[in-house]
C-alpha cells in the first residue's frame, strides 16, 4: 500500500498541471461528508505540486470550521518538512494591489462594524523557503461578525493566476 505523500505525486503526476510560470491551473477537492480527510488531500497535494511547479502553489483553506490548514502547517511534522509559516506577506514591492486585492477572498458580513473592515479576513502566509501559501483566516473576526461569503467574481480568480501557478 502507498502512503499518501506516494500517492499524492501519483495524482499530481497524472493530472499533469502547467508546471511553467506564466500558466495557472485550479484544482479543487471535495467532500461528501464531514471528517473525510478532503483537506488532508488537499494539503499533500499542494506540498506535492509546490515541490514540482517552477512558481508559487497557494493552497486555500475555505473550511471555517475545525482545525486550519494554517495550524496544520505549524505541527512539528509539517515544519519539519516545509519550516515556520511566515507572518502575513506581500511577495514583492511591486505588487501591493495585487497583493491586497488577493485579500479580498472573503466578502465580509454586512453587518460587520466599519471598524473591523480595516483588515481583511484572509492574510497569505508562505511556508518556510518553499513556494507554497496557505491562506489564514480571521476566525475571531467571523464569530464575533458572522459568517462572510466567498468572492465568486472571475476577476477575483484570474487575479489569482498572477501570482500563482497552482491553486489548490
Known amino acids: 500500500m502507498l502512503s499518501l505523500t506516494e500517492e499524492m505525486t ?14 495557472c491551473v485550479s484544482i479543487q477537492f471535495i467532500g461528501t461528508s464531514r471528517n473525510d480527510g478532503v483537506s488532508t ?7 506535492t505540486a509546490s515541490r514540482n511547479i517552477e512558481g508559487n502553489v497557494l493552497l486555500v483553506d475555505l473550511n471555517l470550521e475545525g ?36 485579500s479580498m477572498m472573503w466578502v ?9 473592515l480595516v483588515e481583511p479576513l484572509t492574510t497569505f502566509q508562505r511556508l518556510g523557503d518553499s513556494r ?11 464569530e464575533r461578525n458572522g459568517p462572510p461569503r ?10 489569482l493566476c498572477q501570482v500563482f501557478q497552482l491553486i489548490v
Request: glycine share 4%; charged share 25%.
Open 132 to 142: 507554497l501559501y496557505v491562506t489564514k483566516v480571521d476566525t475571531d473576526r467571523i
Open 108 to 116: 465580509q458580513n454586512p453587518l460587520t462594524p466599519i471598524t473591523e
Open 41 to 47: 488531500v488537499a494539503r499533500e497535494f499542494a506540498m
Open 150 to 159: 466567498i468572492n465568486s467574481t472571475s476577476e477575483y480568480w484570474k487575479s
Open 10 to 23: 501519483r495524482l499530481y503526476f497524472v493530472l499533469n498541471p502547467p508546471a511553467e510560470e506564466g500558466s
Open 67 to 102: 482545525q486550519t490548514q494554517y495550524d496544520q502547517f505549524k505541527t512539528d511534522e509539517a515544519i519539519s518538512r516545509f519550516g515556520q509559516p511566515s507572518d502575513p506577506i506581500r511577495l514583492n514591492s511591486g505588487m501591493e494591489k495585487v497583493w491586497d486585492a488577493l
